[in-house]
């Protein structure tokens, strides 16, 4: 019998993941807006506002796209405790996220997630597991959208039985492609002031189903290798949608089609976030920087349904 303590990618391969459900209301929209920094800046930020509060009579509050993310964490409930897969979740960092968006998100209901294996990879320092979510309005059955998270295991690599490493994934590789920032300048830039409050954006993003102790206790913060507990990789994906919803589509969120984000560096909480966007044709690219550290955090790309008439 193979030992199922090793790091094992058949076993992990022929896992069949349960199906998962999920339910949200309204306060979990909108305490998920707040912290991505919605209304941060300005409380009656008139792009905003409609995030976190019925504006002028409307009957439900808007979902962030993002907010999709959260259907990703919520379908693996026990984590990876999966078989066949051996790390320590002290040194989990998040790598990616791709998410596709088919119809906007009602204000609350509940989800049905079907969960796959979409990739492995033994890069020798690290693995690299990417988790695919398809999650479903139950109530219509509609598909809302499909998720495909990319976490690194440092310290995980190595496992391969060859000396070719380990390569598995069940998606075309041209459907997302490595982010080439142009030269030019951007189109459009965002900056997210640093506020007292902003410090506890990590504690504040943890509520919305992110309990990983990297982000708010600082003795396991120091064991994965960081001064201090770091900022939730989709929380600053968050910001820098939010920055593209608001430059870029003036303002709705209904506008974007796709997202991919390469998480490049951590981020501490309270830093300031720049986000610089390149418009070509329906694709925005993008790339946020900390100001303080003058580091690239995150890049990538967002895909538009439609361009508005003033772009
Ligand atoms: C149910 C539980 C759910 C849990 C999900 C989410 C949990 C969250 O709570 C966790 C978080 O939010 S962590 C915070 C957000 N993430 C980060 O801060 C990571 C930032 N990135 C890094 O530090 C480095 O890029 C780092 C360390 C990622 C890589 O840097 P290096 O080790 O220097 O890598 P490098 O030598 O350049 O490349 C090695 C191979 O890996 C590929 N790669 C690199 N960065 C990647 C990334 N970000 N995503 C995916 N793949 C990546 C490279 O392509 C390379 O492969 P190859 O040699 O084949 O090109």
Same mark, same amino acid.
């Given at each position: ?14 896992? $069949? ?25 300005? &409380? ?5 506002? $409609? ?18 993310? *959260?259907?990703? #964490? ?10 066949? *897969? ?5 040194? #989990? ?113 943890? #509520? ?12 396991? &913060? ?21 920055? +593209? +919803? $608001? ?65």
């Amino acid at each position: 019998m193979a030992d199922t303590l090793e790091f094992n990618p058949e076993h992990l391969l022929s896992h $069949k993941f349960p199906e998962t459900t999920y339910s949200y209301t309204e306060r979990d929209a909108a305490l998920y807006a707040l912290g991505v920094g919605a209304c941060a800046r300005d &409380a009656v930020d008139a792009d905003e506002l $409609k995030y976190v509060y019925h504006e002028n009579g409307q009957k439900s509050i808007k979902v962030l796209p993002t907010f999709a993310a *959260l259907f990703s #964490l919520a379908s693996m409930p026990n984590g990876f405790g999966l078989p066949g *897969l051996k790390y320590d979740p002290r040194l #989990l960092l998040h790598g990616q996220q791709y998410i596709e968006l088919y119809k906007p998100f009602p204000s609350g209901g509940h989800i049905q997630n079907k969960v796959s294996l979409a990739g492995l990879y033994d890069k020798g320092k690290a693995a690299i597991l990417e988790i695919e979510t398809r999650s479903y309005e139950k109530e219509s059955g509609d598909l809302l959208c499909m998720n495909r998270m990319t976490v690194y295991l440092r310290g995980a690599g190595g496992f391969s039985k060859s000396s070719h490493p380990f390569s598995y994934s069940n998606y075309p590789k041209n459907q997302v492609l490595a982010v080439k920032i142009p030269k030019t300048p951007p189109f459009a830039v965002f900056e997210d002031c640093t506020q007292p409050s902003q410090a506890c954006s990590a504690l504040l993003y943890r #509520l919305s189903g992110d309990y990983n102790p990297l982000h708010s206790d600082p003795i396991i &913060a120091k064991v994965a290798g960081f001064s201090k507990p770091i900022l939730h990789g989709l929380c600053t994906l968050g910001f820098a949608v939010r920055a +593209i +919803i $608001k430059c870029i589509c003036r303002g709705d969120p209904i506008m974007i089609k796709s997202i991919t984000g390469r998480f490049l560096l951590h981020v501490y909480p309270g830093e300031t976030l720049i986000t610089e966007m390149w418009l070509t044709d329906r694709r925005v690219i993008y790339q946020a920087k900390v100001k303080e550290r003058n580091r690239t955090v995150l890049s990538g790309y967002v895909d538009l349904s439609h361009m508005t008439s003033s772009l």
